[in-house]
């Protein structure tokens, strides 16, 4: 019984293994074609299918540490500085030595940098902040001049706000600006000669009468200070 190629029709010699008309390579038992491979689909290799699985895991897993790192790393934000700095304060505070004291419009110099303070206001809210019921915002606004020959860093944590109503009066981190100008909520960085103006903000009792600005290195027992006094209070 003659055979036929399945994919040309070509009639084929009875024990060929290939039709020579059109090159398929089929089983010899019987007339049907196969490819070069007998009917099977080549398969990818499996380093090539384990290489893919691979490249998928690696964002995932990339993803995964940084989510474990951001919550394993210690907390150092503002409030966690805070913290830090009150319970150094409680430990120094009583030790602090006084180096220079001014008031409004006063220039107290201070390692390597000069602080003058040219106003010092009070506001009921900064922004979205809004200051409880009987309280107030008692904002200072400084100028701050690096005058040595090396980088200096400030931030909120190196002010205390002392008050006679009050001693223990919480900082306020305000970044909203005032007139133009920025609060010194963050710390900044000041190279030699660079000025900053700024202010920084506590929160009080309004019927206060006196109040102190206290500016200090975080581990040095040496501070300065500007004393300004309630005049809406004293003329009562």
């Known amino acids: 019984m003659a055979k036929f190629c399945s994919n040309c029709g070509k ?26 491979n007998n009917g099977k689909k080549k398969r990818m290799p499996g380093w090539a299918i384990a ?21 394993s790393i210690p907390d150092v934000s503002m409030d966690k500085a805070k913290e830090v700095h009150h319970r150094y304060k409680s430990e120094y505070e009583d030790n602090y030595i ?50 040595s020959e090396e980088v200096k860093k400030i931030s909120m944590i190196n002010f205390e706000g002392t008050s006679d109503f ?29 000025k900053i103006s700024g202010y920084v903000a506590f929160e009080v009792e309004k019927d206060w009468t006196s109040y102190e600005l206290i500016y200090h290195d975080l581990f040095d027992n040496t501070a300065i200070s500007f004393s300004v006094i309630n005049d809406k209070v004293n003329r009562a």
Do not use: H, M, Q
Not at 21 to 34: A, K, L, M, Q, Y
Not at 51 to 71: A, H, K, N, Q, T
Not at 102 to 116: A, E, K, M, R, V
Not at 168 to 189: A, L
């Open 166 to 194: 009050d001693s223990d009066i919480p900082e306020v981190n305000i970044s909203d600006s005032i007139d133009g100008v920025n609060s010194i909520s963050f710390v900044k960085r000041l190279s030699a000669g660079d």
């Open 11 to 36: 009639e084929l010699n009875e024990n060929a293994d290939i039709c020579l008309n059109c090159g398929v390579v089929f089983n010899g038992n019987d007339s049907r074609t196969t490819d070069v």
């Open 51 to 71: 290489l893919i699985i691979v490249s998928c895991l690696i964002p995932i897993i990339v993803f995964g540490l940084i989510i474990v790192l951001i919550f």
């Open 98 to 147: 006084v180096v220079s004291e001014g008031t409004i419009g006063d220039t107290l110099n201070y390692n390597g940098l000069s602080f003058t303070l040219n106003r010092v206001e009070s506001f009921d809210n900064i922004g979205d902040d809004t200051s409880i019921d009987g309280d107030e915002y008692i904002v200072f606004f400084l100028d701050i001049v690096n005058d």
